[in-house]
C-alpha cells in the first residue's frame, strides 16, 4: 500500500446516512447479529492454494486442512519424524537389553547356589526325574553355569549400553523439539500474514456486518491457539504413536500371548476416546466462538465507556457481558469436562490389561515359559505402552481446542473478497479532479434499493456540498467514489478515465479523506501528520501544521510535536484531533478531496479553525463535503440534495433557498421563529447584493 493511500484508507466508521447502524444491516436484530452465522466463499491464493478451500464442518476435514499448513516445510517434517523414530526405536530396544542384564543377575544367583562339579544339563535332567518339571523349564531357559555368580563385567557393559540409548534417544527428541518449534513459528508466522492479508482485501461490509471483538479474537486469540496445539500436540501425537507402534512390535517379538492380553485395551480405548472426542470437539467449537463474542462484547464496551456512563446503561451492559461470560463458563467447562474424561477412563483400562499380564506373566516365567528378563522387559513395555496412549488422550483435549480454533480462521480466510483489480489505465501524478457520476446504481441489499440513476458532474476546483436527511445516501456516494463498494450499475469517472479501470491503490493515493470521528494512531503528533506521506520533508509537514493550525497549539504543549497521542487520543482535544487529522491529509496533497462532516464534534470557537483549515486544504482542489450544519457550506460551488439516493435539487446556496425546497424545508429545519426570520433576510440581502 502506498504511502498517500494509506491515508486514505484510513479505518472509517459507517455513517448513519445509509450504512448500517452500530455494524447491523438494516433488516437485522441486535440479537440476530450476535447469533449471526455466515457461508465463506473461496480461498484464494497464499500458503492456502494447495488446500482444501471449502469451509469444514467436520473435525477431520478441518484437521487435515491444519496439517496441510506443513507442506511448505515437509523437508523439516521429515527430519522430525526421523529424529522421532530413532529416539523411539532406542527407547523401546532399551527395555529388552535391560531385561538382558536382569537375566545375567537372576542367571548369576542361581548359578552360584549351584555345585561347580556338575553342568546346567545334568541338574535339568535331575530336577525333571524328581518330577520337578516347572523348575527344570525355568532353570533350562536360563543362562547358568553351575558354580559361577554374576558376570559383573557384562552386566556393567549391559547397563552401559542402555544408559546410552537413552542418553541419545533424548538428545534426539529435544534436537526434534527445536526443530518442529522453528518449523512451527514459521508456519505460524505465515499464517498471520495470510490473515493479515486478507483483513486488507476484504470489503467494508464484511466489517459493518460482524463484530469487531470477534474478528480480532479470530485473527489474534485463534492463531494462538493453533500455534500451541501444533507445537505441543502435533509433537506429542508423533512421538506417542511412534513409541505405541515400536512398543507393540517389541511385545510380540517378547511374547505374542502377553501381547494379545496387552492390546485388548486398545479398542477399548479407541471406542472411549472416539465417543468422548466427538462431543468435546463441538464443545471447543462452542467455546471459541462465545470467546469472539465476550471479546466483542468487552470491545465495545471500552470503546463506548463514556457513552455507557452518560446514559446510564453499566448494568445493562454488566448483564450482557454476564450472559455471555456465562455462556463462555459453560462452553468452557463442558469442554474441559468431557475430554478430560478421556485421560482416567483410558487409565483404568490400561491398568486392567497391566493386571491381566502381571498375573498371566507371572504364572509363565514360573512354568518356564519365558524368562525373568523377558517377564521384567514385558511388563517395562506394558507401562510404557499405556504412558504413549495416556499422553494421546491427553493431547486430545489441545488437538481439539485447536483444530475448533483453525476452523474459525479458515471461515475468516475463505471470506468473499472484493473484487479482483482489473486496472487497464493510469493517471497522471496530478489530476484536475474532474469526477462524472452517470447512472449510478448501488444497494447495500437487493430487496431495499438506495441509489437509482444517479448522475452529476463535480468540476475541477469546486467544492460539492452534499446534504439531505439521515439514511439518504449522503455518505455511500463518497464510498463509491473511493471504491469501498461496488457499483451494481452505471460508472464514475475520474478526469474521463472509470476508476474501475484504475487499482485501489492509484485510486485512493489520488484522494485524501478527512472524516467525522478523527482517527489518530498510537505515536507522536509529528508521526501523525507524517503518516499522510512518509515521503514528505520537515519543510513540507511544518508547512501543513502552520496552515491549518496545528502548530498553534502544538508550540503550548510540553514536548512539542514530540507529544505522544495516548491510545485513545484522550490527551489532545476532539477540535485538536481534527486538526491533525486536516493536517495530515494536508501534506498527502491529493488531488481529490472528501470531508465527512469534520466539524461535527467541535466546540464553535474551534469549528472557526477547522473551517479555515479545511478551507487552506480545499484550494485548488475538487471537494466533497458531507454536511449536516448547512450554515458551514453557504460557499459551495455546488450543493447537493438528496433524498432516498436520488438528488432532487442542485444549485448554490442561495438560488435553493429561492426555490424553497427540499433544501429550503432542510435549512428552516435548523432555525425556529424569528432567529429563521432573521437569517433568510440575510441570506436573501447577501444573494441581491
Known amino acids: 500500500m502506498s504511502t498517500n493511500e494509506k491515508v486514505q484508507a484510513a479505518p472509517q466508521k459507517a455513517s448513519p446516512d445509509t450504512a448500517p447502524q452500530n455494524g447491523l444491516p438494516d433488516t437485522a436484530s441486535e440479537d440476530d447479529f450476535y447469533e449471526e452465522e455466515f457461508t465463506p466463499g473461496e480461498a484464494d491464493g497464499g500458503m492456502f492454494g494447495a488446500v482444501a478451500s471449502k469451509k469444514a464442518q467436520h473435525f477431520w476435514p478441518s484437521a487435515k486442512r491444519l496439517l496441510g499448513l506443513l507442506k511448505p516445510e515437509r523437508t523439516g ?57 516347572n523348575f527344570a523349564d525355568m532353570l533350562d531357559r536360563m543362562n547358568v553355569i553351575p558354580g559361577v555368580g554374576i558376570d559383573f563385567a557384562r552386566l556393567a557393559f549391559l547397563i552401559s549400553v542402555v544408559l546410552l540409548m537413552y542418553f541419545v534417544a533424548n538428545i534426539f527428541l529435544w534436537l526434534q523439539g527445536y526443530v518442529l518449534n522453528v518449523l512451527v513459528m514459521r508456519v505460524v508466522r505465515r499464517l498471520r500474514d495470510d490473515t493479515e492479508k486478507k483483513l486488507n482485501r476484504l470489503p467494508l461490509n464484511y466489517f459493518d456486518t460482524r463484530q469487531r471483538g470477534d ?61 468422548i472426542g466427538t462431543r468435546s470437539q463441538k464443545l471447543f467449537a462452542s467455546q471459541w466462538k462465545n470467546t469472539g463474542d465476550l471479546n466483542g462484547q468487552i470491545e465495545e464496551s471500552f470503546s463506548g465507556h463514556d457513552l455507557v456512563r452518560i446514559f446510564g446503561r453499566d448494568a445493562d451492559m454488566l448483564a450482557r457481558f454476564d450472559e455471555r461470560n456465562e455462556a463462555l463458563y459453560r462452553a468452557s467447562f463442558g469442554a474441559q469436562f468431557v475430554s478430560g474424561m478421556i ?73 468473499e473478497e472484493q473484487d479482483p483489480e482489473t486496472a487497464t489505465e493510469h493517471l497522471p501524478a496530478k489530476t484536475d479532479g474532474h469526477v462524472e457520476f452517470r447512472h449510478v446504481t448501488f444497494s447495500y441489499t437487493p430487496e431495499k434499493p438506495l441509489i437509482e440513476d444517479l448522475s452529476f458532474t463535480a468540476q475541477p476546483g469546486h467544492t460539492v456540498a452534499i446534504v439531505g436527511p439521515t439514511g439518504a445516501g449522503k455518505t455511500t456516494l463518497v464510498n463509491l467514489v473511493m471504491r469501498f463498494y461496488e457499483l451494481q450499475g452505471g460508472s464514475i469517472t475520474l478526469d474521463g478515465v472509470d476508476i474501475t479501470r484504475l487499482s485501489r491503490a492509484e485510486l485512493r493515493s489520488k484522494v485524501g479523506m478527512v472524516l467525522q470521528d478523527a482517527w489518530l494512531f498510537g505515536g507522536t503528533i509529528y508521526e501523525n501528520i507524517r503518516y499522510g506521506n512518509l515521503d514528505a520533508t520537515e519543510e513540507q509537514l511544518m508547512a501543513a501544521a502552520k496552515a491549518t493550525f496545528v502548530d498553534r497549539f502544538v508550540r503550548a504543549l510540553p514536548d512539542g510535536y514530540n507529544t505522544v497521542i495516548d491510545e485513545e487520543g484522550n490527551n489532545v482535544s476532539a477540535g485538536e484531533k481534527q486538526l491533525i487529522t486536516i493536517a495530515r491529509a494536508f501534506v498527502a496533497n491529493p488531488s481529490l478531496l472528501i470531508l465527512d462532516e469534520a466539524t461535527s464534534s467541535v466546540d464553535t470557537r474551534t469549528e472557526v479553525l477547522v473551517q479555515k483549515a479545511m478551507a487552506a486544504l480545499r484550494t485548488e482542489r475538487t471537494s466533497f463535503v458531507i454536511a449536516h450544519r448547512l450554515s458551514t457550506i453557504r460557499d459551495a460551488d455546488t450543493i447537493l440534495v438528496m433524498e432516498a439516493g436520488r438528488i432532487v435539487e442542485q444549485g448554490r446556496h442561495a438560488e435553493l433557498l429561492e426555490l424553497r425546497g427540499a433544501y429550503y424545508r432542510l435549512y428552516m429545519s435548523q432555525f425556529a421563529g424569528e432567529d429563521a426570520d432573521q437569517v433568510l433576510t440575510e441570506d436573501a440581502t447577501t444573494v441581491h447584493s
Open 77 to 133: 517434517i521429515l527430519a522430525v519424524f526421523a529424529m522421532v523414530a530413532v529416539a523411539v526405536v532406542l527407547n523401546v530396544i532399551a527395555p529388552r537389553i535391560l531385561g538382558q542384564a536382569m537375566d545375567v543377575i537372576f542367571g548369576g544367583v542361581v548359578g552360584k547356589q549351584l555345585p561347580a562339579d556338575g553342568n546346567k544339563e545334568q541338574f535339568v535332567a535331575g530336577l525333571r526325574a524328581q518330577g520337578q518339571n
Open 215 to 275: 474478528t480480532l479474537s479470530r485473527v489474534t486469540n485463534d492463531v494462538d491457539n493453533i500455534q500451541q496445539a501444533l507445537q505441543q500436540a502435533f509433537a506429542q501425537l508423533v512421538n506417542s504413536a511412534l513409541t505405541v507402534l515400536g512398543i507393540v512390535i517389541m511385545m510380540f517379538i517378547v511374547s505374542w500371548q502377553l501381547a494379545l492380553i496387552a492390546l485388548v485395551a486398545l479398542p477399548l480405548s479407541a471406542v472411549a476416546a472416539a465417543i
Open 343 to 415: 485421560m482416567p477412563i483410558m487409565q483404568f483400562v490400561s491398568y486392567l490389561s497391566y493386571v491381566g499380564i502381571a498375573v498371566v506373566g507371572g504364572l509363565r516365567v514360573a512354568s518356564g515359559g519365558m524368562s525373568l528378563g523377558d517377564a521384567t522387559a514385558f511388563i517395562q513395555y506394558s507401562r510404557e505402552f499405556t504412558q504413549p496412549l495416556g499422553q494421546m488422550a491427553g493431547m486430545a483435549n489441545m488437538l481439539q481446542s485447536g483444530v475448533a480454533s483453525a476452523e474459525r480462521v479458515f471461515e475468516f480466510l475463505d471470506a
